[in-house]
């Protein structure tokens, strides 16, 4: 059976949700579809006096602006699907995904984005999508994980002996400041303009509002009252890291860039608990470039992105 998640029933179906997604999914920001399993006989694990169990769920947001083809387009992102081991080829997967496309039906959004990394252990979901009418592309995005090991490991000595004295010292880079001291017009007066600069269309998805972001890790240049490169964290509860944007208007982009990057990675190697990830989603080559620069062994993986309409 599939119900449509309401507040009071949300945190029933927490424990199917990745603790980075919490938050999202707790604050209706997100939206649920959860799969109620049928009471089991005889079953030990079908929960107390063979009750109903949630056994999969489904993450979703409407986004409007989004570019698809040099058009903006209102879509449904996919953001999370998940059965419980146990539930599995009991066809509750596509249960849940009939009821996304009733929704699609009802509601103005032009189809449904979802993205998936590169990788062989990923082609069972791009076959299952693939399968409900997705067409995938490989886009521009990619994403790379770091710890604390790739801290002291991967980043060359001179480049961690930068960021750590950028991070460590008593003021920060001249012209850097913290997101918070900008107004919030001029916070999404260059969001947006950064978004326009960007092609993989992910920026297009990314919140403009400034209270979002992890005010202590995000920062910018600012040059002549004027905003000219920008980086902005999401902070989940276990203190891990997204980098979700980072972006210049400058024309000393990618010494600025890399000045940013520089900067935050001394500050997460300074300033986090040992425990914490940064995930960074990359948009374009050139922050690719500087990304592998800094981390020469880590290699970035490319993310496709499937379309259904």
């Not at 947001?61 to 570019?67: A, F, L, R, T, W």
């Not at 490989?138 to 490991?153: A, F, Y």
């Not at 400058?250 to 997460?268: D, V, W």
């Amino acid at each position: 059976m599939i119900i449509s998640i309401t507040e009071k029933e949300r945190d029933y179906f927490l424990p199917l949700v990745p603790e980075d997604m919490r938050d999202a999914f707790r604050s209706g920001e997100w939206m649920g579809l959860g799969a109620l399993s049928e009471p089991l006989e005889n079953d030990g694990d079908a929960g107390e006096d063979g009750a109903v169990e949630a056994c999969g769920i489904m993450l979703f947001s409407p986004e409007d602006g989004i570019s698809i083809g040099g058009e903006r387009s209102t879509m449904i992102i996919l953001h999370w699907i998940y059965v419980a081991d146990k539930y599995r080829q009991q066809g509750m997967a596509d249960d849940l995904m009939n009821a996304l496309a009733d929704i699609l039906e009802d509601n103005p959004a032009d189809g449904i984005i979802c993205d998936i990394p590169l990788g062989s252990e990923y082609d069972l979901a791009e076959d299952f999508f693939s399968s409900w009418g997705f067409s995938f592309d490989v886009t521009e995005l990619q994403e790379m994980v770091i710890d604390k090991d790739d801290c002291r490991k991967e980043i060359s000595p001179q480049n961690k002996e930068e960021a750590l004295r950028l991070a460590s010292g008593p003021d920060r880079p001249i012209n850097l400041i913290p997101i918070s001291e900008l107004s919030k017009e001029d916070f999404i007066k260059t969001v947006r303009a950064i978004k326009e600069k960007e092609t993989s269309g992910y920026y297009e998805m990314i919140s403009e509002d400034r209270d979002d972001y992890a005010e202590d890790i995000s920062c910018a240049f600012v040059h002549e009252n004027e905003v000219s490169s920008m980086v902005l964290f999401e902070r989940f509860p276990d203190d891990d890291l997204h980098m979700v944007m980072l972006g210049t208007l400058s024309k000393r982009g990618n010494k600025e860039l890399l000045e940013l990057l520089r900067y935050t990675a001394g500050y997460y190697y300074l300033n986090y608990p040992e425990s914490a990830k940064i995930k960074f989603s990359i948009g374009t080559e050139r922050n690719r470039t500087l990304a592998v620069h800094l981390f020469p062994d880590k290699d970035p993986i490319l993310v496709r992105r499937g379309f259904y309409y």
